[in-house]
Each structure stands twice: as C-alpha cells, then as structure tokens.
C-alpha cells in the first residue's frame, strides 16, 4: 500500500493550495481515507476524512467553511483543497487511510500514511 501526497508548497495568506493524495496498492473503495498535519513543536492533529463509499465527510472545527475534501474514484486519489490560508496553517500535511472512520477523528492512528508534504503559510 502507498500513500502518495503533493500539491505542498509555500503560498501567502489568504491564498489556496490543493493537496493530492494517490493511492495504489489494493482497493480503497471500503476505506476512509483523510489528512493530517503536523506543525513543528505540536502534535500531530486531524483535519478532515472522507468515507470513499459513501461520500460523507468530517472537518475538524479549524478547517471548516476554508477546507473541502473530495475524491476521485477513477484515479484512486483524495484531494484537499484550501482556501483562505493562515499563517497558523503551515505544517507537513499527511494523507493517511484506514477502514475506520474513528481511527481518524478519536484515536488518530490510521493504518497508512503516506510521507507528507510541506505546506506554509507566510503572513
């Protein structure tokens, strides 16, 4: 299984970027598949996942209303896109997939990552 992100980069506040996340290496069509982020000094913390059966969709309170999760079934990729970013924003984005929507929003540790991709935000 691999978990491959891009769409990184450095963007100044009030702009967007779009995050990818290809998957490949068995079927995802029964998992929950989501990002993460990491800022240095904190904890890794969960933004948002999305059921690839069934559409529906969880944001953490930070991103919500600026961050849309989507997907695209034919090309077995998650998508984040970002709008209106902070400078609080900056961190290594992680794409992570399970078969469990709980490992994403309680106990945060879903079975695979893939190897995150910078975003920062400057002021």
């Known amino acids: 299984v691999q978990l491959v992100e891009s769409g990184g980069g450095l963007v100044q506040a009030g702009g967007s970027l779009r995050l990818c996340c290809a998957a490949s290496g068995r079927t995802f069509s029964s998992y929950v598949m989501g990002w993460f982020r990491q800022a240095p000094g904190h904890e890794c913390e969960f933004v948002a996942a999305?059921?690839?059966?069934?559409?529906?969709?969880h944001y953490a309170e930070s991103g919500k209303g600026r961050f849309t999760i989507s997907r695209d079934n034919a090309k077995n990729t998650v998508y984040l896109q970002m709008n209106s970013l902070k400078p609080e924003d900056t961190a290594v984005y992680y794409c992570?997939?399970?078969?469990?929507?709980?490992?994403?929003?309680?106990?945060?540790?879903?079975?695979?990552w893939g190897q995150g991709t910078q975003v920062t935000v400057s002021s």
């Open positions: 992570a997939a399970d078969p469990l929507f709980s490992r994403f929003v309680a106990t945060m540790n879903p079975g695979y």
């Open positions: 999305m059921s690839w059966i069934s559409g529906n969709t």
